[in-house]
């Protein structure tokens, strides 16, 4: 290995919480990040939930000086809430909403109306190509009971496709944001595993912060301690991942979290704390022995874990599927009563019609007020068909993707050589065809 060059990079990640008008102390908090971003001067600054584009205007003139390169990506009804600064130039954006998440009827999670996605930005480091990523997944409201599960699995599937697909030719990758997952989570582990994404906590060489990486502490003001049960402390849903590539070995020197209220202020940044990371980037030129391809004795057991990763993945998302087909069925069978119950209503009001003389059975007000009644139960069951079936749709989808990857996962396995020990090949014994398992020539 010759020529290595250094290069260091400062990450930070930060859900803002910024909802205008709902949010607590929401400007001045922002008047606090915009402060605390100028003095730190970190290279990338990845931001979620920045609700509202004037706030991301308001901070985008505040940094114009010590991060003059952003970027804010719009999606969904509110917006995506995704921002990026950078001290290094953009050169191409892009956006990738998630085809689920959550329901719109559930109004008071507001997660539908956000349109969570990833955004990408391809930003040159020197004379390297970094893909940097910023997402927001749908939030877990209830561990015990948690009806959103299937749409986080397909989320963390097309955040995983989407880095895969979109990274091939860069020399580093760099996912930061709110995954609303426990590290040992099913998508975290799906996300990681399939990616090769390392977790800068888990990387760190030194670590200043809250206990155990948490980034949602119970000893935040603007936390509700009820939402954390049954982890009193807190839980690290927050992070920051990144990988390198054949010219590019990337190492993270440190990690810090905010610790609540920030200095000289009395409350903190936002809900959640902000995780900082200092990345190492080490290019070198590969020898021709180091381009040889290498046999890793662990590469068979990392393939099984995959396969099941994504077999407990795609079991979820069945779950998922079981649950919307019975969501559609109770909405088409509730249309099918509002209709009969509008026939019905339509037949009592033609009986003056058909015979003369007959006063109207029921007050013409009762009428117009149980035909609304009637429309509005059609309305709402159509649109919730429409909608339980896109839902259906995606979630298949998602359900065949995965078959096809374990049945890729299990026929690579299938190809991986048994353990032998480095002598010359043996032959099989004559009248014998090799095994599949046989390592190849």
């Given at each position: 290995?010759?020529?290595?060059?250094?290069?260091?990079?400062?990450?930070l990640s930060?859900?803002?919480w910024g909802?205008?008008?709902?949010s607590?102390?929401?400007?001045?908090?922002y008047?606090?990040?915009g402060?605390?971003?100028?003095?730190?001067?970190?290279d990338?600054?990845l931001l979620?939930?920045?609700w509202s584009?004037?706030?991301?205007?308001?901070?985008?003139?505040?940094l114009a000086c010590?991060?003059?390169?952003s970027?804010?990506?719009?999606s969904?009804?509110i917006?995506?809430?995704?921002?990026i600064f950078?001290?290094h130039?953009?050169?191409?954006t892009?956006l990738?909403?998630?085809?689920?998440?959550g329901y719109p009827?559930?109004a008071?999670?507001?997660?539908w109306f956000?349109g969570?996605?990833?955004?990408?930005?391809?930003?040159?480091?020197?004379?390297?190509?970094?893909?940097?990523?910023?997402?927001?997944l749908?939030?877990?409201?209830?561990?015990?009971?948690?009806?959103?599960l299937?749409?986080?699995?397909?989320?963390?599937?097309?955040l995983?496709?989407?880095?895969?697909?979109?990274?091939?030719?860069a020399?580093?990758?760099i996912?930061?944001?709110?995954?609303?997952?426990?590290?040992?989570?099913?998508?975290?582990?799906l996300l990681?595993?399939?990616?090769?994404?390392q977790?800068?906590y888990?990387?760190?060489?030194?670590f200043?912060?809250?206990?155990?990486g948490?980034t949602?502490i119970?000893d935040n003001?603007?936390?509700n301690?009820?939402?954390?049960?049954?982890?009193?402390k807190?839980?690290?849903?927050d992070?920051?991942?990144f990988?390198g590539?054949?010219k590019?070995?990337?190492?993270?020197d440190?990690m810090?979290?905010?610790?609540g209220?920030a200095?000289n202020?009395p409350?903190?940044y936002?809900?959640?704390?902000a995780?900082?990371?200092?990345?190492?980037?080490?290019?070198?030129?590969?020898?021709?022995?180091?381009?040889?391809?290498?046999?890793?004795?662990?590469a068979?057991g990392?393939?099984?874990?995959?396969?099941?990763?994504?077999?407990?993945?795609?079991t979820?998302?069945k779950?998922?599927?079981?649950?919307?087909?019975?969501?559609?069925?109770?909405?088409?069978?509730?249309?099918?009563?509002?209709l009969?119950?509008?026939v019905?209503e339509?037949a009592?009001?033609a009986?003056?019609w058909l015979?003369?003389?007959?006063?109207?059975?029921?007050?013409?007000t009762?009428?117009y007020?149980?035909?609304?009644?009637c429309?509005?139960i059609?309305?709402?069951t159509?649109l919730?068909?429409i909608f339980?079936?896109m839902?259906?749709k995606?979630?298949?989808?998602?359900?065949?993707?995965?078959?096809?990857?374990?049945?890729?996962?299990?026929?690579?396995?299938?190809?991986?050589?048994?353990?032998?020990?480095?002598?010359?090949?043996r032959?099989p014994?004559?009248?014998?065809?090799?095994?599949?398992l046989?390592p190849?020539?």
């Amino acid at each position: 290995m010759a020529n290595t060059d250094s290069v260091k990079v400062r990450v930070l990640s930060l859900n803002c919480w910024g909802i205008r008008y709902l949010s607590k102390q929401c400007p001045q908090r922002y008047a606090m990040i915009g402060d605390m971003l100028c003095k730190e001067e970190h290279d990338i600054v990845l931001l979620q939930e920045v609700w509202s584009e004037k706030d991301y205007l308001s901070l985008k003139k505040k940094l114009a000086c010590s991060h003059p390169h952003s970027h804010y990506f719009k999606s969904g009804v509110i917006g995506s809430g995704l921002a990026i600064f950078s001290i290094h130039r953009i050169h191409d954006t892009f956006l990738f909403r998630y085809s689920l998440n959550g329901y719109p009827y559930m109004a008071h999670h507001g997660d539908w109306f956000g349109g969570k996605a990833v955004g990408m930005a391809v930003l040159n480091i020197g004379s390297l190509t970094a893909n940097v990523y910023v997402t927001h997944l749908h939030a877990e409201y209830c561990r015990d009971k948690d009806s959103y599960l299937p749409h986080r699995v397909v989320q963390a599937w097309e955040l995983q496709q989407f880095i895969r697909h979109t990274s091939a030719g860069a020399d580093m990758v760099i996912l930061g944001g709110d995954l609303n997952m426990h590290p040992q989570d099913l998508g975290n582990r799906l996300l990681r595993s399939y990616t090769g994404l390392q977790d800068a906590y888990l990387e760190t060489a030194k670590f200043d912060g809250c206990e155990d990486g948490m980034t949602l502490i119970a000893d935040n003001p603007f936390i509700n301690k009820k939402e954390l049960c049954p982890f009193e402390k807190g839980i690290r849903i927050d992070y920051i991942l990144f990988k390198g590539s054949t010219k590019t070995d990337i190492y993270c020197d440190y990690m810090s979290t905010t610790k609540g209220s920030a200095p000289n202020h009395p409350f903190p940044y936002s809900d959640h704390e902000a995780l900082t990371a200092g990345l190492r980037l080490e290019t070198h030129t590969q020898t021709q022995s180091d381009r040889q391809p290498k046999i890793k004795d662990s590469a068979a057991g990392k393939l099984a874990a995959l396969v099941d990763i994504v077999t407990e993945a795609r079991t979820e998302v069945k779950v998922g599927l079981h649950c919307a087909e019975g969501m559609r069925y109770t909405a088409t069978r509730t249309g099918v009563m509002g209709l009969a119950l509008l026939v019905l209503e339509l037949a009592i009001a033609a009986v003056p019609w058909l015979a003369l003389g007959t006063e109207q059975p029921f007050p013409r007000t009762s009428f117009y007020l149980l035909a609304a009644l009637c429309f509005a139960i059609l309305l709402t069951t159509f649109l919730l068909y429409i909608f339980y079936t896109m839902e259906l749709k995606a979630l298949q989808g998602a359900e065949d993707q995965m078959r096809l990857a374990v049945g890729s996962l299990q026929e690579k396995l299938r190809g991986f050589p048994l353990a032998q020990p480095h002598n010359a090949p043996r032959r099989p014994p004559e009248g014998h065809e090799p095994s599949a398992l046989a390592p190849e020539e």
